[in-house]
């Protein structure tokens, strides 16, 4: 059964960089897209971007500026940075995964993790 | 940028049914899926490609997309489906994912 967990620190401050990573067990990383998403508290959700093994990325517009992320398929782990962080990053963040052959959608989750950003 | 607007909330007693619509333009043409997520816990996919359910997923969750509205229809409402619902599509015009706003169902 495949599996994905966020990980790192709950709590970031202003102006500095948040930075998470997904790592992916019971199946491999290669064939597929992986996303990261995030849900402020009571309010829905939004598509950071993606990542494809071979490095390919896309962002959403409204963050591209601060946001990179990275894979590394010998750990079968990607990663996320947002860079100059403030109180509306605040979110819950997710990792998903959606196919190659069906890439519009994502078929497994990660728990999320709660990202605060404080001043 | 690629917009989906949903009803913020829809109430049904158990037993009835459910719509939940989803409104893009031209959404007909894309390939529509639906999300459930119930409180403090990640989305779900209920129904992928418009009207596919993936494995586990009741048969009481369907989909339909035409025109400018996807729906996804919720039959013999169960306690256990009071939940937030989201659509999404993957935009191919501007290579990323869009997600609707949300609808709350709530069972009466």
């Known amino acids: 059964q495949v599996q994905l967990q966020e990980s790192g620190p709950g709590l970031v401050k202003a102006s500095e960089t948040l930075s998470l990573t997904c790592t992916v067990s019971?199946?491999?990383?290669?064939?597929?897209?992986w996303t990261w998403i995030r849900q402020p508290a009571g309010k829905g959700l939004e598509w950071i971007g993606r990542?494809?093994?071979?490095?390919?990325?896309n962002y959403n517009p409204s963050l591209k500026s601060r946001v990179t992320m990275s894979v590394d398929t010998s750990k079968n782990q990607f990663s996320l940075n947002v860079n100059s962080v403030t109180a509306a990053d605040t979110a819950v963040y997710y990792c998903?995964?959606?196919?190659?052959?069906?890439?519009?959608?994502?078929?497994?989750w990660g728990q999320g993790t709660l990202v605060t950003v404080s001043s | 940028s690629y917009v989906l607007t949903q009803p913020p909330s829809v109430s049904v007693a158990p037993g009835q049914t459910a719509r939940i619509t989803c409104g893009g333009n031209?959404?007909?043409?894309?390939?529509v899926h639906w999300y459930q997520q119930k409180p403090g816990q990640a989305p779900v996919q209920v129904v992928y490609?418009?009207?596919d359910r993936p494995s586990g997923i009741p048969e009481r969750f369907s989909g339909s997309n035409s025109g400018n509205t996807a729906t996804l229809t919720i039959s013999r409402v169960e306690a256990g489906d009071e939940a937030d619902y989201y659509c999404?599509?993957?935009?191919?015009?501007?290579?990323?994912?869009?997600f609707g706003t949300g609808t709350k169902v709530t069972v009466l």
């Open positions: 998903a995964r959606a196919p190659s052959w069906n890439y519009g959608r994502f078929d497994y």
């Open positions: 019971g199946g491999s990383i290669s064939s597929y897209y």
């Open positions: 990542i494809y093994p071979t490095g390919s990325t």
């Open positions: 031209n959404i007909g043409s894309k390939s």
């Open positions: 490609d418009d009207s």
């Open positions: 999404q599509v993957w935009d191919s015009s501007s290579d990323h994912y869009v």
